[in-house]
């Protein structure tokens, strides 16, 4: 069964860590909630999530991908976590998939593992920097080991495209008939 950690920041987007999280343990993956630094992680909107775990705990070679929430307040916890920074370029090293949303592209970015091509909230593509890579086309942008996607919209999406990716196209279509995402 495949691993995915998803850490969560205060200020995280929740529609985004929710969706997320319910699509791939639908689909069969194992998620892990890692809160940075606190148990009960509170989002952008007030929402509380109490985590699985603590990041401090979470290890790489456990894990098949680290998905990041977006949120800016969460993204830039997760931007300044060297915990979390240090998880990503391991993951990156190991050549495990490595997937973020929304704003939190800029996290991959401060880590030094965004891929080329990528996509994000709009905006958020103006802290990033890579201009040339960037799209505004796609719900979700893969390249190489690294996914990335827009915004609390695209999340269900994300998480299909994970399920794809980790468990197989079988599963993903069943579930994509499922949750009545025809639209992904």
């Not at 050549?95 to 909230?121: N, R, S």
């Not at 979700?140 to 609390?152: I, N």
Request: with cysteine; charged share 25%.
């Amino acid at each position: 069964m495949a691993k995915v950690c998803v850490p969560l920041a205060a200020g995280f987007e929740e529609m985004e860590a929710v969706a997320l999280i319910d699509v791939m343990r639908r689909g069969g993956i194992e998620v892990v909630v890692a809160g940075v630094g606190e148990e009960l992680v509170t989002g952008a909107n007030g929402i509380t999530v109490k985590a699985d775990t603590d990041i401090k705990y979470v290890v790489a070679d456990e894990l098949d991908m680290v998905v990041l929430p977006g949120g800016w307040g969460g993204t830039h916890v997760l931007a300044e976590n060297e915990t979390v920074q240090e998880l990503l370029r391991t993951m990156k090293a190991k050549e495990k998939m490595i997937g973020a949303i929304c704003a939190a592209p800029f996290a991959l970015k401060t880590a030094g593992v965004l891929g080329e091509h990528y996509t994000c909230y709009p905006s958020v593509e103006e802290q990033i920097g890579n201009l040339e890579g960037y799209t505004d086309r796609q719900k979700v942008v893969v390249d190489g080991t690294v996914m990335t996607s827009r915004g609390p919209g695209t999340a269900i999406c994300f998480g299909l495209e994970i399920v794809r990716k980790l468990v197989g196209e079988e599963t993903y279509e069943a579930l994509k008939e499922g949750l009545l995402a025809d639209y992904c």
